[in-house]
């Protein structure tokens, strides 16, 4: 089978009777768990059915959220799911979809913009000066251990030399936890 693409790009998979997929990009049969990744990756696909041709997306996308709500992945509270429900056949259930895709956009947003502030509040904190500190002990502490290329692991001169990075190391240590009690008061 030839790789197909719908018009806009998107990934087409088709369902067969025996409800299973076929990835005609990749030629190759996939699960549904296979398309919640693509999801989650943001790549666009279609499902149609192979044999009418008909889009079913929504439906599978509805079963793929069944199927994570039912792993004990809940994430839609009972109170939004009954009012959902109660939005069917009700005069503004043509203005709930485009209401719920906005909303789940600005929490996107949000989400994205309070990420990037969570990181950037401990750029140039304390917090980070000390992360930092620590991989560099960590480190040194490693290649303490380890002979330099050429190297004896007997010789008396790199057994003074690590005496002497473990003694700075532990100087380090006082020197951070003197700072971090410092930070506590």
């Known amino acids: 089978m030839k790789k197909q693409h719908s018009g806009d790009g998107a990934v087409i998979i088709k369902k067969y009777a025996n409800r299973r997929l076929y990835n005609t990009e990749s030629s190759s049969y996939i699960t549904l768990d296979h398309l919640a990744q693509m999801t989650r990756e943001g790549r666009e696909f279609r499902v149609v059915d192979a044999k009418t041709d008909e889009d079913i997306t929504h439906n599978v996308l509805t079963q793929i959220i069944m199927e994570e709500e039912s792993r004990g992945q809940t994430m839609l509270p009972v109170s939004f799911l009954r009012q959902l429900i109660a939005m069917y056949g009700d005069s503004m259930q043509a203005m ?65 030399s690590k005496d002497d990075e473990i003694a700075a190391l532990k100087a380090e240590l006082a020197r951070l936890q003197d700072k971090v009690e410092k930070l506590g008061r």
Request: zero cysteines.
């Open 96 to 160: 709930v979809p485009a209401y719920l895709e906005a909303s789940m956009e600005s929490f996107r947003r949000n989400q994205a913009q309070f990420k990037t502030a969570v990181e950037g509040a401990f750029a140039n904190s304390p917090f980070a000066e000390m992360a930092k500190r620590n991989m560099a002990m960590f480190e040194a502490a490693a290649s303490a251990f380890k002979p330099a290329k050429g190297e004896s692991t007997a010789a008396a001169p790199a057994a003074a």
